[in-house]
């Protein structure tokens, strides 16, 4: 029987069927980032430096989602309540108010002021812990339902940085999804003239983007009732309700539904994500090469560890495969390949020198225009 937080799930089951639809094929495994036995954590792992290894009571679970509203109604209608342990504490911060709005569930303002202004506290700090972690197990208790960040964040890329920028074209799509559906929701199921007014103040969406004071009541943890009660306008002391609906109206969406309701800009985002897909799955080596930048953060032996594109992600390489690497200087790479196995008996693997590639150790020169 499989652990009924399907663990190994690269995305939700309502983001992997609209991605299905919008990329026409499915998602290769991000079998290096093992959340159930957290990489970061496995300190008799070689390929991380110990200075690098989160703590095994957040693993990088030192982050608050932001739940739009109909992922939060997904959580709360849950059938299978094994799938959802951290159900228990959304509910405890839906019925306490703070930082809940028809637009879903969201950091809280203390919190949210903590992370923009903390250092050296991703994968340590126990005060950052997200309030869904589940403690027995080390495990998301809203992983079933979780949002756009959760779903696309990975510590390591089975491609490298191909993997990564993939992820991260999803992680725009999906965020966009969440904005545009959140809003489309709360259109649909009318909150009231006053509401909307609160809601969408002149600045819409960028007011977020501008911190403010932190009042005695926020520092608190207490909601501003009188504010809370405008915001929520029609829907007020209903707001399980609300999600639930906001749920319901979602999950009828085809992918072509919610590209319509999304407009020109999620048109423009899926486009970029097909094309990063694309590339994903792409086993084509680049036309030239030359050496990209990277950092040896760990020597020893007949091998050094460095970085590449990520601290998280360190890539183990022979000496001997870095002495040879200024052979890729920009000429076709067949012959740099085949230079390196005439004048140093070394043969190249396409598979290998793709990982290079992945990994920028080696990075792609880019084609000049035609005149």
């Known amino acids: 029987m499989s652990d009924p937080l399907e663990i190994n799930s690269n995305l939700p089951p309502l983001y992997a069927g609209w991605m299905s639809q919008a990329l026409q094929g499915s998602i290769p495994v991000e079998t290096k980032a093992t959340c159930e036995n957290c990489a970061m954590c496995n300190r008799a792992a070689p390929t991380v430096p110990q200075t690098l290894f989160f703590n095994p009571k957040v693993k990088c679970c030192t982050y608050i989602p932001e739940l739009p509203n109909f ?40 919190y949210d002021l903590l992370y923009s202004q903390a250092t050296n506290f991703f994968g ?13 197990g080390g495990l998301c208790g809203v992983w079933k339902h979780r949002n756009s960040v959760c779903a696309t964040w990975f510590c390591k890329h089975n491609r490298g940085a191909t993997g990564f920028l993939f992820w991260k074209n999803i992680q725009k799509l999906l965020t966009q ?70 749920a319901q109206l979602v999950s009828q969406l085809t992918w ?46 007949d091998k050094n560890l460095v970085e590449t594109y990520s601290a998280y992600d360190p890539l183990s390489m022979p000496r ?28 190249l693997t396409p598979s290998l020198v793709r990982k290079l590639s992945d990994f920028q150790v080696l990075l792609p020169v880019a084609e000049e225009p035609e005149s």
């Open 320 to 347: 001997q495969l870095q002495e040879v690497l200024n052979y890729f200087d920009g000429r076709p790479t067949g012959e740099a390949i085949q230079a390196i196995y005439d004048e140093q008996d070394i043969n």
């Open 71 to 110: 992922l939060v109604g997904r959580i709360l209608l849950e059938p299978d309540a094994a799938t959802v342990p951290g159900r228990d504490k959304l509910q405890e911060r839906i019925i306490k108010g703070i930082a809940v709005t028809p637009f879903g569930v969201v950091k809280p303002p203390v």
């Open 177 to 246: 999804v969440e904005r545009s559906l959140a809003v489309w929701c709360i259109y649909q199921l009318d909150v009231g003239k006053a509401a909307f007014k609160r809601l969408f103040p002149l600045d819409f969406p960028n007011q977020g983007n501008s911190r403010t004071a932190l009042d005695g009541n926020q520092l608190d943890g207490l909601k501003d009732e009188a504010d809370y009660r405008l915001a929520w306008g029609n829907w007020y002391s209903r707001e399980n309700e609300f999600y639930e609906l906001c």
């Open 256 to 301: 072509a539904e919610v590209l319509a309701i999304g407009g020109a800009e999620l048109l423009v985002t899926t486009r970029l994500a097909q094309e990063a897909y694309q590339a994903l799955l792409s086993e084509e080596l680049p036309a030239r090469l030359q050496t990209g930048t990277f950092r040896v953060i760990q020597a020893g032996g």
């Open 124 to 136: 340590k700090s126990e005060a950052m812990r997200c309030p869904y972690y589940i403690e027995e």
